[in-house]
């Protein structure tokens, strides 16, 4: 199998650039070379990035510099990096703000062989979460036996496109574009995300059955750096802990990979049945942090920390991550378990805020507070910039 191509797409961020490039001259790479890096730098008027570009030396393969003369902008020069995957058979792509650990490049390799022909796997994160992108809660996946769980939520922050399954998902936004975001299955946010390109990752996953491979513990972070979407400081969030171990765990077919969560970070309707055998006998819909609008949810019962008035199974909140209060079958009144009918379909912003701060728990309310603070002032920044 042809190695990963490394492709990085840049704009105007020298100090972020450099930072990135030092990452990657520091991993482990085959003796036998023939990792091709790229780096794709969008017009911005100025040449101090692919001046760096060009006098940066890769030891490990071909270099490949595009000077763009028009600019593209952050989501099509992303698209056009990842098209490289269909080139290089796959591709591992990662904004210049990144960082990533000795052992990225082994582990994108070990699981580009194990995923190439898995047609539920669209592609393999580098980066874990440690928050849900949608807000401030606290995301926290199940650990159980297999190194690393499946998610409909894709990765932006260190990622391995499959070419194949890459080629798919081009041909479905070919077809589909901005059509596929009034799905009422999508997190109503992303419909909002004017220049990105992730919302269309996300409704493809959703609406197609597939998934990103997620390790436990990430190979590449973020470093929060002031660009398209960001100003600096204000996502601390985005910064997580990365390892480096060098040892790459195997990797399950996704069949066998039983820990699975949806576009809203919450555990599927799947991986519960599996689970806990006293719900296996009904179709639900899961809402555990109480923010899927009323229209996402389609099933009779319901799974969910909202307010209700007539539980047939109802559970506390005492474990982390939440489901496993349910998996446990950790009795209590916290998370409930009854039809749809018999829930508060409005969202309670009390049950929101409660969820908020215990998802948070293992933070300090000063932290928790800074959090919120930082998002809010970033997204006037943004704005009015």
Same mark, same amino acid.
């Given at each position: 199998? $042809?190695?990963?191509?490394?492709?990085?797409?840049?704009?105007?961020?020298?100090?972020?650039?450099?930072?990135?490039?030092?990452?990657?001259?520091?991993?482990?790479?085959?003796? %036998?070379?023939?990792?091709?890096?790229?780096?794709?730098?969008?017009?911005?008027?100025?040449?101090?990035?692919?001046?760096?570009?060009?006098?940066? $030396?890769?030891?490990?393969? %071909?270099?490949? *510099?595009?000077?763009?003369?028009? &600019?593209?902008?952050?989501?099509?020069?992303?698209?056009?990096?990842?098209?490289?995957?269909?080139?290089?058979?796959?591709?591992?792509?990662?904004?210049?703000?990144?960082?990533?650990?000795?052992?990225?490049?082994?582990f994108a390799c070990e699981s580009a062989l194990a995923y190439a022909d898995d047609p539920v796997v669209a592609?393999?994160?580098?980066?874990?979460?440690?928050?849900?992108?949608?807000?401030?809660?606290?995301?926290?996946?199940?650990?159980? %036996?297999?190194? *690393?769980? /499946?998610?409909?939520?894709?990765?932006?922050?260190? =990622?391995?496109?499959?070419?194949?399954?890459?080629?798919?998902?081009?041909?479905?936004?070919?077809? =589909?574009? @901005?059509?596929?975001?009034?799905?009422?299955?999508?997190?109503?946010?992303?419909?909002?995300?004017?220049?990105?390109?992730?919302?269309?990752?996300?409704?493809?996953?959703?609406?197609? %059955?597939?998934?990103?491979?997620?390790?436990? =513990?990430?190979?590449?972070?973020?470093?929060?750096?002031?660009?398209?979407?960001?100003?600096?400081?204000?996502?601390?969030?985005? $910064? *997580?802990?990365?390892?480096?171990?060098?040892?790459?765990?195997? #990797?399950?077919?996704?069949?066998?990979?039983?820990?699975?969560?949806?576009?809203? #970070? &919450?555990?599927?309707?799947?991986?519960?049945?599996?689970? =806990?055998?006293?719900?296996?006998?009904?179709?639900? @819909?899961?809402?555990?942090?109480?923010?899927?609008p009323d229209c996402a949810l389609h099933s009779e019962y319901l799974l969910s920390t909202r307010k209700c008035? &007539?539980?047939?199974?109802?559970?506390?909140?005492? /474990? /982390?991550?939440?489901?496993?209060?349910?998996?446990?079958?950790?009795?209590?009144?916290?998370?409930?378990?009854?039809?749809?009918?018999?829930?508060?379909?409005?969202?309670?912003?009390?049950?929101? *805020?409660?969820?908020? /701060?215990?998802?948070?728990?293992?933070?300090?309310?000063? @932290?928790?507070?800074?959090?919120?603070? $930082?998002?809010?002032?970033?997204?006037?920044?943004?704005?009015?910039?």
């Amino acid at each position: 199998m $042809q190695k990963p191509a490394i492709v990085v797409p840049c704009y105007n961020r020298t100090t972020s650039l450099d930072r990135l490039l030092n990452s990657l001259i520091k991993a482990d790479y085959p003796a %036998d070379g023939g990792v091709t890096l790229i780096i794709s730098v969008d017009y911005s008027g100025k040449t101090d990035v692919a001046d760096m570009a060009d006098a940066f $030396q890769w030891p490990h393969g %071909d270099k490949i *510099v595009l000077k763009h003369k028009e &600019n593209l902008g952050l989501k099509k020069n992303l698209l056009l990096c990842s098209d490289y995957s269909i080139e290089y058979t796959s591709a591992i792509i990662l904004e210049e703000d990144s960082y990533v650990t000795p052992a990225f490049y082994r582990f994108a390799c070990e699981s580009a062989l194990a995923y190439a022909d898995d047609p539920v796997v669209a592609g393999v994160s580098l980066y874990a979460y440690c928050f849900t992108e949608l807000s401030c809660v606290r995301f926290m996946p199940l650990r159980m %036996d297999s190194p *690393v769980y /499946l998610s409909r939520w894709p990765s932006s922050r260190g =990622q391995l496109w499959i070419g194949a399954r890459w080629k798919e998902f081009r041909n479905w936004l070919d077809k =589909q574009g @901005d059509a596929s975001l009034t799905n009422p299955a999508l997190p109503p946010p992303i419909a909002r995300w004017s220049s990105s390109w992730k919302k269309y990752m996300v409704a493809y996953l959703t609406l197609n %059955d597939k998934y990103m491979v997620y390790p436990y =513990q990430s190979y590449s972070t973020n470093c929060g750096d002031t660009g398209c979407h960001t100003i600096e400081g204000s996502y601390p969030d985005v $910064q *997580v802990p990365v390892t480096l171990d060098m040892h790459v765990p195997s #990797f399950p077919p996704s069949d066998k990979i039983a820990v699975r969560y949806d576009a809203f #970070f &919450n555990p599927t309707e799947d991986m519960l049945k599996a689970l =806990q055998p006293e719900l296996a006998g009904y179709a639900f @819909d899961v809402d555990m942090w109480a923010t899927k609008p009323d229209c996402a949810l389609h099933s009779e019962y319901l799974l969910s920390t909202r307010k209700c008035r &007539n539980s047939i199974y109802s559970y506390d909140w005492k /474990l /982390l991550p939440i489901e496993l209060n349910v998996i446990t079958s950790l009795r209590g009144e916290r998370i409930h378990f009854a039809k749809r009918d018999d829930f508060a379909m409005v969202p309670d912003k009390e049950v929101i *805020v409660r969820n908020l /701060l215990w998802s948070n728990k293992l933070l300090t309310p000063r @932290d928790m507070i800074t959090i919120v603070c $930082q998002h809010v002032v970033n997204k006037v920044k943004c704005i009015f910039r």
